[in-house]
């Protein structure tokens, strides 16, 4: 389980909070796949392909389109070389990794935010190249975060350009959808159905309670969004949560009970860590939040909201035949908060302590690196 949200304060700054929850080595329960924070410099050359090749038996790989980077960007990736391994394992052949960046998470020079959370599994990839620019599913954050500088520029790009989005097989599927967000608050969702790309158009509202009530029906609303089933059943889904209130209930004058507790205005809002429930809790508390007047209102809200969503270790299993001591378990990994008009990236990790030194890591594009870096994320 994953989320994502755009913040802005009164002054126009723009925040974007994300939870990553997904633990890579579910996959496998040997895999221990490390996060590893890169830093990609322009100028940088892509080519779209998996991140291992089969070497033995020796088969051909699909290798879809190529290109070079326009900008600097930062990002988050879970592909190591320990991903060779994984896919070995899984083919029963031999296989060699091959370096690439394969971000799940970023902001560029720019000011864009892309993100890729797990999506619903009754999706399609294309599943082969079809001679325009085909992009392997893992590298489409890399692909918008080296290209593109505004939502615009993305929408057009999608519109005009054949873009597809490739996945060579079933046994490298995993179900993505996309969410991206610009310096000036511009926000799009990227979901894939049936081999088509559909997106979303967002409009920031303020926490207006009335504003919200009135524009609910009509589709997209804030810049945020979890994981399954597709967008428009979640917005659907909020209709029968329009009651849910900050204020408590009014009583009767002639209710001479007394009150145990406030928040009763929430009664009803669910708190489990299922993505429809992810999705109306995160809905809830954007709704209701006090608008920041500043950046740092912004990043100490956004840091707020993260914390309201954290998946603690042992909570979430895949099956009932999982424990405590089996790696194949949803928590919380990292977080990350990014301030898009001075861009800059802060990652807290579950072991982050904050009673040993700053919880958040930050990196900016000061002091760029001239070739592609990779940071172990603690």
């Known amino acids: 389980m994953c989320e994502s949200f755009l913040l802005k304060s009164k002054q126009n700054d723009m925040v974007v909070g994300r939870s990553m929850e997904f633990v890579p080595y579910m996959l496998l329960p040997e895999l221990k796949v490390v996060w590893h924070l890169v830093k990609v410099p322009a100028g940088t050359d892509f080519c779209s392909r998996m991140p291992v090749v089969q070497v033995s038996p020796k088969k051909e790989q699909q290798v879809g389109w190529t290109w070079q980077t326009k900008y600097r960007f930062i990002g988050i990736s879970g592909f190591g070389k ?12 031999g296989a060699t990794y091959q370096t690439n960046v394969y971000c799940c998470e970023g ?17 399609q990839w294309a599943n082969g190249l079809g001679g325009g620019y085909d992009i392997y ?7 918008l975060l080296g290209l593109f500088a505004t939502i615009d520029e993305i929408r057009n790009a999608l519109t005009a350009d054949k873009v597809s989005l490739f996945c060579p097989g079933e046994k490298f599927f995993q179900p993505i959808h996309f969410i991206a967000h610009d310096a000036v608050g511009e926000s799009l969702i990227i979901e894939v159905d049936k081999q088509k790309i559909t997106t979303y158009d967002v409009t920031y509202l303020s926490n207006n309670s009335l504003e919200f009530h009135a524009k609910v029906l009509d589709g997209p609303l804030f810049g945020y969004m979890t994981n399954a089933p597709k967008l428009d059943w979640h917005y659907t889904n909020l209709r029968q949560y329009l009651h849910l ?15 145990l507790s406030h928040g009763e205005g929430m009664v009803g809002l669910p708190g489990d860590y299922s993505s429809p429930s992810r999705f109306l809790k995160l809905s809830t508390l954007l709704r209701f939040a ?5 950046l740092r209102e912004a990043k100490l809200l956004a840091n707020h909201i993260l914390n309201a969503a954290t998946i603690v270790q042992g909570v979430v299993f895949e099956n009932q035949q999982a424990t405590p001591k089996t790696p194949a378990i949803d928590h919380t990994s990292w977080v990350t908060v990014k301030e898009l008009k001075d861009p800059k990236l802060y990652v807290r990790s579950y072991q982050s302590s904050p009673f040993e030194k700053a919880p958040y890591q930050k990196y900016d594009f000061s002091d760029f690196p001239n ?8």
């Open 107 to 123: 902001v560029n020079e720019k000011g864009l935010s892309v993100g890729s959370l797990v999506y619903d599994n009754n999706m």
């Open 245 to 259: 209130s900050p204020y408590d209930p009014a009583r009767d004058a002639n209710d001479t009970a007394k009150q």
């Open 371 to 378: 070739q592609i870096t990779y940071d172990l994320l603690l």
């Open 290 to 294: 006090e608008r920041p007047d500043n």
């Open 137 to 143: 599913y893992a590298q489409f954050a890399d692909y």
């Open 82 to 93: 320990e991903v060779a391994n994984l896919y070995s394992k899984l083919l029963g052949i």
